[in-house]
């Protein structure tokens, strides 16, 4: 069949939910198109692992043609998408007008700052490979203004890093700014001593970690404070800007502010204008499917169950690639002629999060690890998910060779956006 008969199927995002969807229609008799903005698809969980300089930015990213090379009804076209024309079944991006039978939905999300964008130059979050060497330029170039400043005030100033969020991404990202600080750069200047650096983890609610259970929040908490983190939770951040950041009890200064507070979803909602929740996720049927669309579908980060009784799937990598996966199969099984898979089922495997060197909280089940042998666990299963043999091996080794020499790598300062 050729591919102008076959049924075109747009996939909007290359990211974990997009690529799934994309594999499981590869013996599809179908045209599968993926689109996304970005020529690579990016490994989002290790991504603080850029920003604070341990890993090289191609040791999580790949190339979207190389991981599809193989899959000969797939073609990949590097565009930003500006709208969708429901009626005639439409995607349009700057340049081309692409059309669809299926449209999957795939583009995940973006920072939330709760109503003040203005903070976002001062704040910025951690969504993207660029997100991640800027902020790592921030981090390091912190350091090196304060080798260079005369003032004692203007030092502590800019050796002190605040992260607004007490998620996964805020924990971890304090852990390993602590870590850059207190061992790996310890030795590397004359005039300051990087050990002195004040690392603030901010937490609007109670705990850290709400997420996991409260003994695992509790574990996370005492070992980041045992590194020399100040973890400040029910405080309420209620301004950022270039002097700091500003509490519902006082203010922090600071040159470094890391956002990790909240997302927001992608516009896709208002490209085909349907229901939303308060964080913009589309609402979506038991299959996945758009009301009043059956042809469109929307995953991920994107999507939200919109049968109240449903709880809300979570934004994660191994959710986005059940729901990819299952949209793909769904629609495989359409264009075959042959039965659907029933309703939509998420299975929740594990949390996990790694605070620094040698420990890590896992929850898999009845089962909580916390230490040493969590961080194992952490570890290996982050290397199972890479793709490809060379970044998990690349990975791997850095890994080791940090555990060891307590170094890090990636210390280059680019120039912005570089």
């Not at 795939?106 to 951690?126: C, K, N, V």
């Not at 060497?133 to 921030?138: P, S």
């Not at 913009?280 to 996945?288: H, Q, S």
Request: aromatic share 8%; with cysteine; net charge positive.
């Amino acid at each position: 069949m050729s591919d102008a008969i076959r049924p075109q199927v747009v996939i909007v995002g290359a990211g974990f939910g997009g690529l799934a969807a994309a594999d499981a229609l590869a013996r599809a008799p179908a045209s599968v198109t993926i689109i996304d903005r970005h020529n690579h698809h990016c490994f989002q969980p290790l991504l603080y692992q850029v920003a604070t300089a341990a890993l090289a930015s191609p040791d999580i990213a790949w190339p979207v043609r190389a991981i599809l090379r193989r899959q000969e009804n797939a073609r990949v076209i590097m565009a930003e998408v500006t709208g969708v024309d429901v009626d005639a079944r439409r995607v349009r991006t700057q340049t081309l007008s692409i059309p669809y039978d299926y449209l999957v939905l795939a583009t995940g999300a973006t920072h939330s700052y709760f109503g003040h964008d203005e903070w976002a130059p001062y704040a910025p979050g951690l969504k993207t490979v660029d997100d991640a060497l800027e902020i790592r330029r921030r981090i390091l170039l912190a350091f090196e203004r304060a080798e260079l400043s005369g003032d004692e005030h203007e030092r502590r100033r800019l050796l002190t890093f605040v992260i607004v969020g007490g998620g996964p991404t805020g924990v971890e990202m304090a852990g390993a700014i602590a870590e850059v600080a207190r061992q790996t750069l310890k030795s590397d200047f004359r005039r300051i001593d990087p050990q002195t650096a004040r690392i603030v983890l901010v937490e609007a609610g109670p705990r850290i970690l709400s997420g996991f259970p409260e003994r695992l929040s509790r574990y996370a908490e005492r070992t980041l404070t045992q590194m020399g983190v100040e973890v400040r939770t029910a405080t309420m951040v209620t301004g950022c800007g270039p002097k700091g950041v500003s509490l519902a009890d006082g203010s922090i200064e600071s040159e470094t502010i890391i956002w990790a507070a909240g997302v927001r979803a992608s516009p896709a909602a208002r490209w085909i204008g349907t229901d939303t929740d308060k964080a913009g996720r589309i609402k979506v049927n038991a299959d996945l499917s758009v009301p009043g669309h059956p042809e469109i579908f929307a995953i991920g980060d994107t999507a939200v169950p919109a049968d109240p009784g449903t709880p809300p799937i979570p934004g994660i990598a191994p959710a986005a690639k059940q729901m990819g996966r299952y949209v793909g199969q769904v629609i495989a099984a359409r264009v075959a002629g042959q039965k659907e898979p029933g309703p939509f089922i998420y299975r929740h495997y594990l949390d996990l999060a790694t605070i620094g060197r040698k420990s890590a909280v896992v929850r898999r089940g009845k089962l909580q690890l916390t230490g040493f042998l969590a961080w194992l666990f952490w570890g290996v299963a982050h290397i199972y998910f890479l793709i490809g043999v060379r970044n998990r091996f690349l990975v791997a080794t850095n890994w080791l060779w940090d555990y060891i020499t307590f170094q890090r790598g990636a210390r280059v300062i680019t120039e912005r956006g570089a």
